[in-house]
């Protein structure tokens, strides 16, 4: 599966840095705005070039319009869009299920909280997320701007009925861990392998059929202060959690 053969535009200098280092896309074109003497640009320059890409040095104004209010720093990448997979195909890549980690997304509307639990999964060691078509926000320019490049080391699955595909991971062996304000201790779970671990909504947590789906629903005791953490800083402590046993 792919997201298709439309052209995508991407901001940011880390997150391009990491699109062209990682070879998976096609890169079309460069836009850099006029002046700009980073190290890391001319690194990304030369990267494009390389790859047989245009680079177009542009007025800063252009990005801007380009970008739609979007914070560029001074970047914008023109390559194809992500490539996502079904289940079958991410788990052909898999080398080791008995050290697979995968996350589930279940309400992720918000961008900025969909890349950053993509830039944690990366971090611990999470391979694959599964995004729903429902109910959940795509892998837009600002998701890929706020994962900071981390896209290019995680796959993403796109499902059409997420609790069908849980089901069909636990036909595969997977365990299955909900995370809730309400379920057993984080830290006194013990995690068997290949795990799913399914990140609810900060509103409504996890959908009621989906919950019930869980092998285990787990929750982060907290020391008040807050109400509870937002879903990407709850992913984090998850995805730390178990990267214990990868």
Not at 225 to 239: H, I, K, Y
């Amino acid at each position: 599966m792919t997201s298709g053969f439309a052209h995508e535009l991407i901001f940011g200098l880390n997150t391009a840095l990491e699109i062209v280092r990682a070879g998976k896309r096609k890169i079309y074109r460069l836009l850099i705005s006029r002046g700009e003497q980073d190290k890391k640009v001319h690194e990304l320059v030369t990267l494009v070039r390389a790859r047989g890409a245009a680079v177009e040095f542009s007025e800063p104004a252009t990005l801007e319009k380009l970008a739609k209010g979007g914070n560029h720093q001074g970047v914008i990448l023109e390559t194809e869009p992500v490539k996502t997979l079904d289940i079958t195909e991410a788990l052909a890549l898999e080398t080791n299920l008995k050290k697979t980690v995968w996350a589930a997304l279940d309400g992720i509307t918000d961008p900025m909280n969909l890349g950053a639990i993509i830039r944690s999964a990366a971090c611990f060691g999470v391979s694959a997320i599964i995004i729903p078509e429902r109910r959940s926000v795509g892998v837009t320019p600002t998701v890929q701007k706020a994962a900071s490049g981390a896209l290019e080391k995680v796959n993403i699955v796109e499902c059409v009925n997420l609790n069908q595909t849980i089901l069909a991971l636990k036909e595969k062996g997977f365990w299955v861990y909900g995370a809730d304000s309400e379920g057993a201790s984080l830290e006194k779970t013990d995690f068997a392998l290949p795990a799913l671990i399914v990140i609810g909504s900060e509103g409504s947590g996890l959908h009621l059929k989906t919950r019930e789906h869980c092998d285990e629903v787990v929750s982060i005791k907290q020391k008040g202060g807050v109400e509870s953490l937002n879903a990407s800083a709850a992913a984090a402590v998850v995805f730390y959690e178990i990267s214990k046993k990868i």
